[in-house]
């Protein structure tokens, strides 16, 4: 019986998600009452969700009314977080419903609508309430998403005390275990660091996104030792817990590009503690989130842990078929990418890793077709963005203040040969059209 009961609830904040949806196609008219719009979309409706919240709504314009104030949507939503703020006496349900109601009225509220202060008044009302137990999943992603609206829209930005308790229960709705909530808490916190320009406000909250993540390494550490089969799913017969770990990752992703350069460099020395040699369910979310931090255009971050990052990727790749092929091309992809990044900027750390970095790559390219085929490609990319053959190795007469530089370039180049030579000579198969189409722009390269 328990169970059945169950089933229903699960039903009906399924109907409720599909209502919210439909709400987004035909949004609410400005200038309109929104009890009337409400009672004219839902009057003739059965459904438990809808009676409430209508119910909700004649309440509050009752209360307007008696007061002889305007059914604004800015008076609505001071009457609803005032019945909530007094909340004692209602149960789930009714205050389900008020943070339904609000969900619809924050977004018809014009800027400057609610002052900096009463909305973090009622950040802090709904904060306490989002979660009470026995709320359904339809009033939760709603009361998240107002938390998101009023922190970008209406609370002071510039000010952490204004917005460090929303989005603290933004991030604890981001590994949330209901999937539409976890996406909407993950979806208004990107809105809201994006709003961020006050270098103390996104310091602050960047160490927020830190003791997150720092909370789930335990959890992360041991997974990452986690041995699972080639095919296998990586979410396959995880734990809750463990899931977590998945979903601050997804966290990191939306966060990254405007996270401080201090707590980057941080997560990234921590992620790297998640890759080991062996494939784990963590290895491509791992993977993805460090993609994020190379795509930002501020990568400082990277710069500072470029070493471990190299160290811990050459090590994955080179462990071949052992791991499997996709991730191989990831990691090798990633490598790749970080000289990019740190030829621009630190021409020494580039030379240390060049031959590191070669060597893992082209050892997938003796591998099984596919994988050595893509490693083709990144190889030949990573020989056409870095071999140049310096002027000294060209001009025996060539002078200049960068001879040491230059030397040291081809000594790189030299070891990068010397990488090719070996993959030749620890083969006995002959070489196929991968490793010889890569052969033919390194020598092109060289002016062979």
């Known amino acids: 019986m328990k169970k059945k009961s169950t089933q229903n609830h699960d039903e009906t904040d399924a109907r ?5 949806e439909n709400e987004k196609e035909t949004p609410f008219k400005e200038g309109v009452d929104i009890c009337q719009q409400l009672m004219d979309r839902y009057s003739k409706s059965s459904a438990p969700q809808h009676r409430h919240l209508l119910a909700t709504a004649v309440a509050m314009r009752s209360i307007l009314s008696s007061e002889s104030l305007p059914l604004s949507p800015s008076a609505y939503f001071a009457a609803a977080i005032s019945a909530l703020d007094d909340s004692q006496s209602l149960d789930a349900t009714a205050i389900g ?18 002052a900096s202060g009463k909305a973090k008044e009622a950040v802090e009302v709904m904060a306490r309430l989002v979660g009470k137990e026995g709320l359904g999943v339809a009033s939760v992603r709603g009361a998240v998403k107002c938390l998101g609206m009023l922190l970008v829209r209406f609370c002071d930005l510039e000010d952490w005390n204004s917005v460090h308790l929303g989005l603290e229960t933004l991030l604890s709705f981001s590994v949330d275990k209901r999937p539409k909530v976890r996406r909407c808490a993950q979806e208004c916190l990107e809105k809201v660091f994006k709003s961020f320009s ?10 927020l996104v830190l003791s997150l993540f720092k909370k789930h390494m335990p959890v992360a550490v041991t997974l990452s030792t986690a041995q699972t089969g080639h095919d296998s799913k990586d979410e396959i017969s995880l734990r809750p817990e463990d899931l977590e770990v998945l979903h601050i990752l997804n966290v990191l992703k939306v966060t990254v590009p405007f996270l401080s350069v201090k707590v980057s460099s ?8 998640l890759i080991r040699s062996e494939f784990s369910p963590l290895t491509r979310h791992v993977f993805k989130t460090i993609e994020v931090f190379f795509g930002i255009s501020q990568f400082d971050a990277v710069i500072m842990e470029a070493e471990n990052i190299v160290v811990c990727l050459a090590s994955y790749v080179s462990q071949g078929e052992k791991n499997p092929g996709d991730t191989l091309i990831s990691a090798a992809t990633l490598l790749k990418s970080l000289l990019d990044k740190v030829h621009t900027v630190e021409s020494s750390s580039w030379i240390r890793n060049l031959s590191l970095v070669s060597c893992s790559i082209a050892g997938l390219l003796t591998s099984e077709v596919n994988t050595a085929s893509q490693a083709s490609v990144v190889m030949k990319d990573l020989i056409n ?11 025996e007469n060539h002078s200049s ?9 081809a000594d790189a180049i030299k070891s990068l040969c010397s990488v090719f030579e070996n993959t030749l000579c620890s083969s006995n198969q002959i070489p196929d059209e991968h490793l010889l189409a890569v052969l033919s722009v390194l020598f092109q390269k060289l002016g062979m």
């Open 16 to 20: 409720n998600e599909i209502d919210h």
């Open 97 to 114: 419903a008020l943070l339904t109601f609000l969900s619809i009225v924050v977004p018809m509220i014009p800027p400057q609508g609610i």
């Open 198 to 207: 006050h270098s103390n406000v996104l310091k602050e909250a960047s160490k």
């Open 266 to 273: 941080k997560i990234l020395s921590n992620l790297c503690k």
């Open 385 to 395: 963005h870095h071999i140049d053959l310096p002027a000294s190795l060209i001009d």
């Open 401 to 409: 203040d960068d001879d040491f530089h230059e030397i040291e370039e």
